[in-house]
């Protein structure tokens, strides 16, 4: 891999990489389940597949709790109750995202960057445009995106913009992984916040990417 300083577009995940917010929102949609009346068991069952696939948006995330794992009646609405999940969800995420916490020396290592930054996020995209800009953090990225597109639709877009391949996506799951491999760019994995760090580090390194485990790593 080229050294750090030699790309010249960044494109960042946010949840787990940017801010410190993975636990925050897996805590948010166990309490949407439960306030939307589903017992311990299949709420566990979900819980451990949003863990799992950290990284895909919380479109995805609904369906596949209605189709797989939620114990539904027949004369369920479907629709209905995947409009309240993410609704009471996304109303959650907007309030931690307020109070998340940047991941140490993340603008320190931003600042010594010269290229141009992105983030590409499974986060809805118009939440996280506006709480970024609320707290002032927007300035340093040239674009924001999230779902509903899919990341690696959105790396696509990037890179048709910036026309350049000579990029890296820095994530810390395997959504992030799979997305960086479909267009053919780097990637540099970052786990301390990581659902699953052993597996994103067997991963990456399987695929000739370096893993680290501090921004200070990079400068």
Sequence with gaps: MPLIDDYQVYI???????????????????????????????????????????????????????????????????????????????KQCKSLYQSAAVTPYFFEMLSKLEGRKYIASGSAQDELREVFDERGLAKHFEG??????????????????????????????????????????DFIGYTPYSNIPEKLNLEAKANGFNVIKTWTELT
């Excluded at 389940?33 to 696939?53: D, M, P, T, W």
């Excluded at 609904?62 to 189709?67: A, Q």
């Excluded at 820095?170 to 960086?180: K, Q």
């Design 12 to 90: 960042f995940d946010c949840d787990g990489v940017i801010l410190d917010s993975n636990q925050l929102k897996i805590d948010a949609m166990e309490k949407t389940l439960h306030e939307l009346g589903f017992g311990n068991a299949e709420v566990s069952k979900c819980i451990q597949y949003f863990r799992e696939n950290f990284g895909k948006s919380r479109f995805h995330h609904v369906k596949v709790f209605i189709e797989q794992y939620l114990q539904l009646s027949d004369t369920t609405d479907k629709l209905m109750l995947e409009e309240s999940l993410i609704e009471n969800f996304s």
């Design 144 to 185: 924001i995106f999230g779902s509903p597109t899919a990341k690696a639709e959105n790396i696509m877009h990037i890179l048709t913009l910036e026309s350049t391949l000579n990029a890296v996506m820095i994530g810390d799951a395997i959504s992030d992984l799979d997305a960086s491999l479909k267009n053919d760019i």
